[in-house]
């Protein structure tokens, strides 16, 4: 990520009260961007929003991505040159239980975004670069060990999949239609989408996730019950994909054309770890004689997950995941371990973001 | 008249529009009990649309209010759902995609969210070829990935894919037709192509070709559709097809100058086609393979172009002479 690129630059970030959209705000704080947010209130309490004062840093807007009038209204106010959009609604079980909300959410909203994209543009607002946050979840699912590849069959089962496939299609027919690049001319305007799965990190609140769940229970002295020990999942700190959002939004900035498509930011091959060996790893490093136990019933072993295939943003962008497995469980005991003692924590999580930034890897 | 639908209570979405409202014919010749949702004021024809609604319930509503529908379902103790509502008008997509999509994605998850909290036994969704987007190879069968490029096939797109999660996640049992253009009788929508060059010989202009004539789509007489979409609802539970998208066409693909070509010589008219060659939002070649619907539903269709063309051709005489 350029500081010298970022220092100054107008960025509008939908959904910024959320985990990764927090990180998402003090990173590009640390950059030295000037951050607006649209967003509903923290969607957890606490969250790493109000633990981190983001509210300080970045002149904060409480509104529903659903209501068009405001929207528009706000980009027209804030004119931004660069638009990252990560509001909906993130749980799949929330998306059984409403998928008519979660549908609202997702995909209207993204329709909402960009016909207030279209509409701002109209009006003289020079608006460079958009990028659309959705999901490794936006494939369809063909049981296959292979990672999936940005040209991949987009579709979903469930709601949440479901939701963000079509996001993904809505951004394509305005990308076709409106921010088409023969027209750049006149719009100015290029619109690319990222796809990330599960990330972890310092100040995660959300429910029915396994970090959270154990980060609980350990603040609170009590054994960890794991119920699927096998299950391999891939784990990735929330600054890989967030420093690839980034670098894509520069490369769009400078010279959209060739970025304008999909993007997946997901762990390497190696980031896949079961859960036991991963909640393992965190006793061992809380200490204070942290265990686990496994519940019982009948634990199958997997045979695979959905992984994303990232050779695209590693050839095209020079984007390579910086922490492993290992690296982003520490970051995350060493969080929650400055929460438990009270500890100033947007100066954790700003040194955090330092010790990324300054890491060079052998790629 | 097929027993299947004596005395069924069906409700029908879109039902003034052309596929409704030959749909809500074909119905009603079978003995079925429909309720129709009408949009607004509906038709344009006063003396027609008392004739329409004296045959069936009507209700008023738009598809965006998702309590309309499940009221309509409730109230009328619905069993089967036909849901042809759309806006299906591509140029008018691309002038406002945010009411398209308002009306094709949300209006078809209502649809189907009313369905899943209602003892709804079958549900058809009216989806297009266009969902399928722009794919190289062709014929484009079921298996194809649904990767609309443009407004109106990322409208459908959406709606088509929404509709297989609520099979996967509720197990609505819900069946997904798929048509190339359909054509026939009573579509007075005079921004498709067939009813456009009819129109232009009867008033003696000569037909215009927005594209450079070279596109070349699948074309089903509108009897065709509704039969097929009859058919699929009434074996859904006994083939236990539901989730499935079937797509339905006569497998005989024309490019736009040929179907012009048709027409002319249909009506005997020397007139001479004026080709524009404007670009446009659409993709170049897109037929179906109907094989799924041969194979597991035994359906063919009883008209080929010409035969349905023909029919077609006299209904619109007699349309334009009856405004005189």
Request: proline letters at 4%; charged letters at 25%; a neutral charge.
């Amino acid at each position: 990520m350029n500081k010298d690129f970022w220092k100054g630059k107008k960025v509008l970030v939908t959904g910024h009260t959320g985990f990764k959209g927090s990180w998402l705000c003090l990173l590009l704080s640390s950059l030295g961007a000037n951050v607006t947010g649209y967003s509903l209130r923290p969607p957890t309490s606490p969250s790493l929003f109000e633990l981190c004062h983001i509210d300080r840093l970045v002149s904060t807007r409480y509104a529903d991505i659903r209501d068009l009038n405001t929207l528009q209204a706000a980009i027209l106010e804030d004119k931004p040159e660069i638009i990252i959009h990560m509001a909906a609604q993130p749980l799949v079980r929330a998306s059984y239980l409403n998928p008519v909300e979660t549908f609202e959410i997702n995909i209207m909203g993204t329709v909402h975004l960009l016909e207030a994209v279209r509409n701002a543009v109209h009006k003289g607002i020079p608006i460079k670069a958009v990028i659309n946050v959705t999901t490794d979840k936006c494939y369809e699912n063909k049981e296959w060990p292979w990672g999936y590849r940005e040209n991949d069959a987009l579709g979903g089962y469930d709601p949440y999949s479901s939701s963000k496939a079509c996001s993904e299609l809505v951004t394509d027919a305005y990308r076709k239609s409106f921010f088409n690049i023969e027209n750049y001319e006149s719009h100015g305007v290029v619109v690319a989408t990222v796809r990330a799965g599960n990330v972890i990190g310092g100040g995660d609140w959300a429910a029915d996730r396994l970090i959270p769940d154990c980060i609980r229970t350990l603040l609170k002295g009590e054994k960890i019950k794991i119920r699927n020990p096998y299950a391999i999942r891939p784990w990735q700190h929330v600054l890989d994909p967030l420093s690839g959002y980034l670098l894509l939004a520069e490369k769009l900035y400078a010279d959209g054309k060739p970025y304008m498509e999909g993007w997946n930011f997901g762990p390497d091959d190696d980031g896949g770890k079961t859960v036991e060996w991963v909640v393992k790893r965190l006793c061992a490093k809380w200490g204070n004689g942290a265990a686990y136990e496994i519940e019982n019933g009948l634990h199958l072993h997997e045979a695979h997950y959905l992984k994303l295939d990232c050779s695209k943003a590693k050839f095209k962008l020079g984007w390579h995941p910086k922490w492993n497995v290992e690296s982003a469980i520490d970051k995350v005991m060493e969080w929650s371990q400055a929460y438990q003692s009270n500890a100033d924590l947007m100066a954790i999580c700003m040194k955090q973001i330092d010790e990324y930034q300054n890491l060079k890897i052998d790629v | 008249m097929k027993p299947f639908w004596k005395d069924r209570n069906v409700f029908v979405t879109g039902c003034t529009g052309f596929l409704g409202r030959y749909l809500i014919k074909e119905l009603t010749k079978s003995g079925a009990n429909i309720t129709g949702l009408i949009r607004g004021k509906g038709l344009d024809s006063s003396t027609f649309q008392e004739e329409f609604c004296s045959k069936i319930n009507v209700v008023h509503g738009r598809l965006e209010d998702l309590s309309v529908i499940q009221e309509a379902l409730k109230k009328n103790a619905i069993d089967t759902v036909f849901h042809v509502a759309a806006q299906s008008i591509v140029g008018t997509a691309n002038q406002n995609p945010l009411q398209t999509f308002e009306t094709n994605i949300r209006g078809t998850w209502n649809v189907l969210e009313a369905c899943r909290h209602h003892p709804v036994k079958r549900v058809i969704i009216a989806s297009s070829e266009k969902s399928y987007g722009n794919h190289s190879s062709l014929p484009l069968d079921e298996s194809f990935p649904l990767q609309g490029r443009y407004p109106y096939d990322v409208s459908k797109s959406c709606a088509d894919l929404i509709t297989q999660t609520y099979f996967y996640t509720y197990q609505l049992p819900v069946c997904i037709t798929r048509f190339g253009n359909v054509f026939g009788d009573g579509d007075l929508n005079f921004n498709r192509i067939i009813p456009q060059v009819i129109r232009s010989i009867i008033h003696h202009e000569s037909p215009v070709i927005k594209s450079d004539g070279t596109f070349v789509r699948d074309y089903l007489y509108v009897e065709d559709a509704i039969h097929a979409m009859m058919l699929l609802a009434e074996k859904i539970e006994e083939l236990g097809i539901a989730g499935e998208p079937f797509n339905f066409s006569n497998e005989n693909p024309l490019s736009v100058l040929e179907v012009v070509t048709k027409i002319l010589n249909g009506m005997d008219s020397d007139l001479q086609p004026i080709i524009l060659n404007l670009a446009t939002n659409e993709t170049q070649r897109q037929y179906l393979s109907a094989k799924k619907a041969r194979d597991i539903l035994g359906w063919k269709p009883i008209f080929d172009f010409d035969t349905g063309l023909k029919r077609t051709i006299d209904w619109y005489k007699e349309y334009f002479t009856s405004l005189g």
